[in-house]
Nanobody, 123 residues
């Protein structure tokens, strides 16, 4: 069982920045961020695969968010810049313990999930 611990959420004004962190307690080969706003379905934000050395972003995140990670520490980060009120959501970290994650943007690929961290962007 892998546990994920997220941190870094909070309240920020539009145009500001936040950096989310997620540390996994065990080996992971891909990690991703998803978010869920009130009344909406959970959606993909960004993910990184150490097995294939690739990263993937939702269109809404491209150019503003950057995902990075430390494979040795089983940790992933999400740097969020130019935040907008529509980015307000609970952000969830997810990890995949399998060596191949063919669809980084698909939540079904991930084995473990964090408890979520709230990000609120005020206008």
């Amino acid at each position: 069982q892998v546990q994920l611990v997220e941190s870094g959420g909070g309240l920020v004004q539009a145009g500001g920045s936040l950096r989310l962190s997620c540390a996994a307690s065990g080996r992971t080969f891909a990690m991703g961020w998803f978010r869920q706003a009130p009344g909406k379905e959970r959606e993909f934000v960004a993910a990184i695969s150490w097995s294939t050395a690739t990263s993937n972003y939702a269109d809404s995140a491209k150019g503003r968010f950057t995902i990075s990670g430390d494979y040795a520490k089983n940790t992933v980060y999400l740097q969020m810049n130019s935040l907008k009120p529509e980015d307000t959501a609970v952000y969830y970290c997810a990890s995949d313990s399998s060596r191949y994650t063919p669809r980084l943007s698909n939540s079904d690929e991930y084995d473990y999930w964090g408890q979520g961290t709230q990000v609120t962007v005020s206008s």
